[in-house]
DNA sequence: GCCGTGACGAAAT
DNA sequence: TATTTCGCCACGG
């Protein structure tokens, strides 16, 4: 059983606190968890979330509100369907209001 | 230990 | 605004 390091764990718990209706960025996680590795590694820790359930990734989306993983969740229309269920409206693969819907921990966790 | 890859970001064009 | 270029660094081969 192969055990991700550490930061993938703070990665998924910080994911977690993602409130419904709402979404993150890659590089809001990287910086409120201070990885030097960057935004990439976010999004590679990301990669293993599959085995973890209670980590909403489709509430991640990259600088720009654009659901770049979408093609991870098994469907290129999962992870749409899965914020616009939360009340998420997007069009053309992008966070509609995206940055008013943004929900950074640095800032609303009050850094 | 080098090299290619990547769910990113910011700046330049 | 879209595309390109570069920097960032962990992981696998």
Redesign the pocket.
């Known amino acids: 059983m192969?055990e991700?390091?550490d930061y993938?764990q703070e990665v998924y718990e910080v994911v977690r606190l993602v409130p419904k209706g709402r979404v993150t960025?890659?590089?809001?996680i990287?910086r409120y968890l201070s990885l030097?590795?960057?935004?990439?590694?976010?999004?590679?820790a990301?990669?293993g979330?599959?085995s973890h359930p209670d980590v909403p990734?489709?509430r991640?989306v990259?600088?720009?509100g654009?659901l770049?993983?979408k093609h991870?969740?098994g469907g290129p229309t999962i992870?749409q369907q899965l914020l616009e269920d939360e009340g998420v409206k997007v069009e053309d693969d992008r966070v509609v209001d995206f940055k008013t819907r943004l929900w950074d921990p640095s800032t609303e966790l009050g850094l």
């Open positions: 192969p991700q390091r993938f960025t890659y590089g809001s990287a030097r590795a960057g935004a990439r590694m976010v999004g590679w990301m990669n979330s599959h990734a489709h991640v990259n600088s720009v654009v770049t993983g991870f969740f992870m």
